[in-house]
């Protein structure tokens, strides 16, 4: 069964750093490009940033570039995505998934950038 479980997220004030994980489960996830999104209320999902399966390309959305960085663990299954400098336009619930694959999405982690 594919599980993708989130976490990591709160409340954070601008400038500060939040990092978040996100375990999967079902896959052979040492296989997979996988990706970061978010998604605000009235809005559709978007991609934040993306790793390859070997973590030898990275690329990210222009609004993070220089701020977020995306990482991964193959051996834990385990997809990270460590914010800095903060906004409160980063505030979203975020979620990650594979992108070739479009896995059912998990639960997601709320991050609120707020002072």
């Known amino acids: 069964q594919v599980q993708l479980v989130e976490s990591g997220g709160g409340l954070v004030q601008p400038g500060g750093s939040l990092r978040l994980s996100c375990e999967v489960s079902?896959?052979?996830?040492?296989?997979?490009?996988m990706a970061w999104y978010r998604q605000t209320p009235g809005n559709q999902r978007e991609l934040v940033a993306d790793?390859?399966?070997?973590?030898?390309?990275?690329t990210y959305r222009d609004f993070v570039k220089g701020r977020f960085t995306i990482s991964r663990d193959n051996a834990k299954s385990t997809v990270f995505l460590q914010m800095t400098s903060l906004k409160s336009e980063d505030t979203a619930v975020y979620y990650c998934?594979?992108?070739?694959?479009?896995?059912?999405w998990g639960q997601g982690t709320q991050v609120t950038v707020s002072s």
């Open positions: 998934n594979a992108p070739n694959l479009r896995l059912p």
């Open positions: 079902g896959i052979i996830f040492r296989m997979y490009t």
């Open positions: 790793i390859s399966s070997t973590s030898s390309r990275t």
